[in-house]
């Protein structure tokens, strides 16, 4: 099977590392990718817009939504494409006030009840999972591909399947209508493969 071109929703590593504008100028440079998530959790909020600043002209470059994780006001001050909000962050609704019709997608975990908040509040995407264990983040809530045909049924909004995706089962998660796959630790944790080297094994 091979996929639709654009399939990735490229989540960024914990930390900034010395080659990581590099790696992130290749990987993207691969045109599978749709979305890239920066995700820093324990940095500062000026350290976070530089970063965010250097990482937005790199997106837009090769044409990839620029999405921040957890902080609209963030997303808003760097002019992002959107932002990513967990079930502890702000609402979307007050999130939609400050970014009007930028992205803002929304973490779902297993729940078709979250699921049909986030999409009675317009969000523009759901997130799905965890499918699979994952290095990440610690894994609270293991979600079946029977959630994701239940919650496809729901909308046609764009479902990103994630949690602990690697190469080899991916294929069932776009095989059963997941229309992005958030992927992290297989591109940048990857023990046997270089980032651009990882990303190329998903076809």
């Known amino acids: 099977m091979k996929s639709k071109a654009k399939f990735i929703y490229l989540i960024s590593p914990n930390k900034i590392y010395p080659n990581f504008y590099k790696d992130l100028k290749k990987i993207l440079g ?6 890239f998530q920066l995700r820093l959790k324990k940095i500062s909020k000026n350290k976070l817009i530089n970063i965010s600043k250097k990482v937005k002209r790199i997106c ?35 999130a ?50 029977k959630d994701l045909k239940k919650i496809r049924k729901l909308s046609k909004k764009p479902i990103i399947a994630i949690g602990g995706i690697n190469q080899k089962n991916y294929k069932k998660l776009l095989l059963n209508k997941a229309d992005f796959l958030a992927i992290s630790s297989f591109i940048w944790k990857n023990k046997n493969l270089k980032p651009l080297e990882a990303i190329k094994k998903l076809q």
């Open 30 to 35: 691969t045109k599978k990718i749709q979305f």
């Open 60 to 94: 837009k470059k090769y044409n990839v939504k620029f999405i921040i994780n957890d902080d609209p006001m963030v997303a808003k001050s760097v002019d992002a494409d959107g932002c990513h909000l967990g079930q502890k962050d702000m609402n979307i609704i007050d």
């Open 96 to 145: 939609r006030k400050l970014l009007k019709n930028k992205i803002i997608g929304v973490t779902c975990n297993n729940s078709i009840k979250k699921a049909k908040e986030a999409l009675k509040n317009n969000a523009d995407y759901i997130a799905l999972g965890a499918f699979n264990l994952s290095k990440t983040k610690i894994v609270k809530h293991l979600a079946t591909i």
